[in-house]
């Protein structure tokens, strides 16, 4: 086994380069079925290897997954990539070994990754779910699949999936390919006789507002100023009459004290205009190691209404796990000279006569704060966003090109899993965004 070991070992990256070509902005989702299927096909054929072996197999083909798949966090702060990447890719080379270790070590190895998944979505850090495999489908037909049991169940399906196509051979290809179609059509049939969310009968005329801008900005080199006027440009050409709303993105706003400040008044100035409440992103002071990130209603008269404060925050961009140890290696934590300070409310907004479901950037990925707010009676969520690669409190909005970086593409994919999820209409707004849902 030993001379096999490189081209084996290289077997299982080319395995994990695969799913990484198929997260956005690349979105070749098909690659993900491939990649997965190949290292299951990898790792049914390595019967007779040690645990140190198979740990090197799980762990090398995540690295090849994370790697790229994270490469954002990079512009954050390369010491927590490495953390990062390292820790989850060891996360499958454990399940390696225990799924092997599992009287059907087939549905072993399947339930392990997944679980490896699933804890890489809450631990450590509150979880860095960025390049999932859920992702990966979210513009596929797989995608139907997050309205049975959201997005790990289609982690689990995808990785079914390899393992039927893992155990075939010539003389049960066939067999196993139908098994798997009629796997893949019964889910699907299921997703459309089930039950679903009922249809209103209402209409809500929404604005969202993209100010555009300069892209790969740092709120500590830059004027949060320049962001606020771009976002005022833009909704004083706005004529519409009739509007329920006009949402401005995450964060567009950066100030000591929102209701004090000069901000709000211009705002209240155009939703006085526009008869419309405002819904609006705002980061305020706290002290000199917090801030706040929110989403504020601002009524017609001008007076605020309902909050919402970010609960889940981005590790390496609104605070930083491990600061110390990190300064004292070196990493540039002062990029990030505070920490969000967590909210504590349920994930809704009263806009007017309207409930939203409200999960600020980040918190798309995480099915519970979507699911607080439709628990809350909202009719449509709302998902706003800096669409950006840079440290919190940053924003770096940009004319929209075709494809986007990660972060931006990966919010949208995940505003379609969530309107899948819960059947709920769902929009993303940011500064600059490559698509909308």
Not at 44 to 57: E, I, K, N
Not at 339 to 349: H, I, V
Not at 366 to 379: H, I, P, Q, Y
Not at 398 to 413: D, E
Request: charged residues 15%; proline residues 7%.
């Amino acid at each position: 086994m030993k001379s096999n070991r490189f081209p084996t070992l290289a077997a299982a990256s080319l395995a994990g380069a695969l799913v990484a070509f198929a997260l956005p902005p690349w979105g070749w989702w098909p690659l993900a079925l491939i990649g997965v299927a190949l290292f299951m096909r990898i790792t049914v054929a390595t019967t007779d290897v040690s645990s140190r072996m198979r740990f090197a197999l799980g762990f090398i083909f995540a690295v090849s997954w994370f790697a790229p798949g994270m490469g954002w966090m990079w512009f954050l702060t390369p010491p927590g990539y490495v953390i990062a990447v390292v820790l989850f890719s060891s996360f499958h080379g454990f399940a390696s070994i225990v799924g092997a270790r599992s009287r059907l070590p087939i549905v072993g190895i399947v339930l392990a990754h997944t679980l490896a998944e699933t804890l890489r979505m809450s631990f450590p850090f509150g979880g860095v779910p960025l390049a999932s495999l859920a992702i990966a489908t979210a513009s596929s037909p797989l995608s139907a699949l997050s309205s049975i049991s959201g997005p790990l169940f289609v982690t689990l399906v995808i990785w079914t999936l390899g393992a039927i196509a893992a155990t075939s051979s010539r003389a049960t290809w066939l067999r196993n390919g139908i098994a798997g179609l009629s796997l893949v059509a019964a889910l699907l049939v299921l997703t459309v006789i089930g039950p679903h969310a009922h249809d209103l009968g209402t209409t809500k005329r929404i604005a969202a507002v993209q100010g555009g801008g300069p892209q790969g900005t740092l709120a500590i080199n830059t004027n949060p100023r320049d962001v606020v006027d771009r976002h005022l440009a833009a909704t004083r050409t706005m004529t519409e009459s009739g509007l329920d709303m006009v949402i401005w993105p995450e964060n567009v706003i950066d100030v000591e004290d929102f209701y004090t400040s000069v901000e709000r008044e211009e705002i209240a100035g155009e939703a006085a205009r526009l008869s419309a409440p405002f819904v609006v992103g705002i980061t305020e002071d706290v002290d000199r190691r917090y801030f706040t990130n929110a989403q504020v209603v601002v009524n017609v008269d001008g007076t605020l209404a309902d909050r919402y404060d970010k609960v889940r925050r981005v590790p390496f961009g609104e605070f930083v796990p491990l600061r110390g140890l990190l300064e004292a290696l070196g990493a540039p934590v002062d990029r990030i000279p505070r920490d969000a300070q967590a909210g504590d409310t349920p994930a809704s907004l009263h806009v007017g006569d309207t409930t939203a479901g409200v999960v600020i950037s980040w918190e798309v990925f995480f099915s519970g704060r979507a699911n607080e707010g439709v628990e809350r009676d909202a009719t449509f969520i709302i998902n706003p966003t800096n669409g950006s690669s840079t440290p919190a409190r940053s924003c770096k909005p940009s004319k929209s090109p075709r494809r986007g970086s990660a972060p931006s593409s990966r919010t949208a994919g995940w505003s379609r899993l969530r309107r899948r999820d819960f059947q709920h209409s769902s929009l993303p707004t940011a500064p600059y965004m490559t698509e909308l849902v």
